[in-house]
C-alpha cells in the first residue's frame, strides 16, 4: 500500500523540502498524509477542471508544481479549488521552489538543448537557475525561434537589441535560465558573463533597464518554462511506486490563449 505520506518522502529525497523559499508553501496543501493512493493526477497547477477530471477517474491525490494554498486563508469557500478538494476527499502535493531549486533548471536546460556549467547565484544557501554556453553562437532573434522550437510556445518576447544601435549585431554566446518568474536575476546573470536571460513573467520595466544596459532577456511563459515538471515527476513516481498509477492530467494546460 502506497500513501500521501510515501510520496511526500519520495519526492523529499529528489527535491528537499528544506531548501523551499520561507514565501513558500510546498508540502501537503490538503489531505492526510496517511491516505492510500492507487491513482494520481500530475499537473502544473491545480485547477477546476483538473479537479473535475481527478474526481471522474477516481484519484485520490493532485501532485503540483505550484502549491494550491500559497497564502494564509481566513475561510473556505467550497466552490473554490480548495473547498472542492476538501469535499470530493481530493488531496493535494506540491513541490515548488525546492524542485526548482534541486531539478527544474537543470530538467529546462536539456528541453533548451543547453548544458549547464554553473548557477547563476544562491539564495538563502539554495541555487537560483543555470548558466550555459553555447557551442554556436546566436543572435536574440535566432535563439527566441531555438527556443520557441523547443518548448512549443505559440509566443516568445524578447528585447531586440537590435533595435538600439551601439548594441546592433551583437552575438549571444554565454545564457542565463531561470524558469518561472525570474526576470530579477538579470543583473546576476550579467554579472557571469551572461548576454541574454530566459525566464519568464518579465515587466515592461525590466525589458527596457535591460536594453538600455545592452542585455538581453526572452521571455518563455511561465507554463512553458516549467510545465517539464509534470512529465519528469510522473516518471519518476511511477518507477518507484507501482502500485500507483500516476498520470498527467488531461486539463494541465496554459490557461492564458494567444493571438498571432
Not at 235 to 244: G, S
Request: charged share 20%; aromatic share 6%; hydrophobic share 40%.
Amino acid at each position: 500500500m502506497t500513501t500521501i505520506k510515501d510520496i511526500y518522502n519520495y519526492i523529499n529525497e529528489i527535491a528537499p523540502y528544506h531548501l523551499q523559499e520561507s514565501y513558500d508553501n510546498s508540502g501537503l496543501c490538503v489531505g492526510n498524509g496517511n491516505t492510500e493512493v492507487t491513482k494520481a493526477l500530475v499537473a502544473l497547477d491545480v485547477t477546476k477542471n483538473i479537479i473535475a477530471e481527478a474526481k471522474q477517474k477516481g484519484a485520490q491525490l493532485i501532485i503540483t508544481h505550484h502549491p494550491v494554498i500559497f497564502r494564509a486563508l481566513k475561510a473556505i469557500d467550497p466552490e473554490t479549488v480548495v473547498g472542492m478538494l476538501l469535499s470530493n476527499g481530493i488531496a493535494a502535493l506540491s513541490a515548488h521552489t525546492n524542485f526548482d531549486s534541486s531539478l527544474m533548471n537543470d530538467l529546462l536546460c536539456k528541453q533548451l538543448e543547453m548544458v549547464p556549467v554553473e548557477h547563476i547565484t544562491e539564495e538563502n544557501g539554495a541555487p537560483m537557475g543555470c548558466v550555459c554556453a553555447l557551442e554556436k553562437e546566436l543572435t536574440a532573434k535566432e535563439l527566441a525561434k531555438h527556443i520557441q522550437s523547443c518548448l512549443g510556445n505559440v509566443v516568445v518576447r524578447y528585447n531586440d537589441l537590435d533595435k538600439t544601435s551601439q548594441y546592433a549585431g551583437r552575438k549571444i554566446s554565454r545564457v542565463a535560465v531561470c524558469s518561472g518568474s525570474g526576470s530579477s536575476l538579470w543583473r546576476d546573470a550579467q554579472a557571469k558573463g551572461c548576454d541574454v536571460l530566459i525566464t519568464g513573467d518579465v515587466k515592461h520595466d525590466v525589458f527596457i533597464d535591460a536594453q538600455n544596459d545592452g542585455f538581453c532577456i526572452i521571455d518563455a511563459g511561465h507554463f512553458h518554462t516549467e510545465n517539464i515538471f509534470c512529465d519528469y515527476v510522473r516518471a519518476e513516481l511511477h518507477e518507484q511506486f507501482r502500485d500507483v498509477k500516476f498520470e498527467v492530467a488531461d486539463s494541465n494546460c496554459d490557461v492564458v490563449s494567444y493571438r498571432v
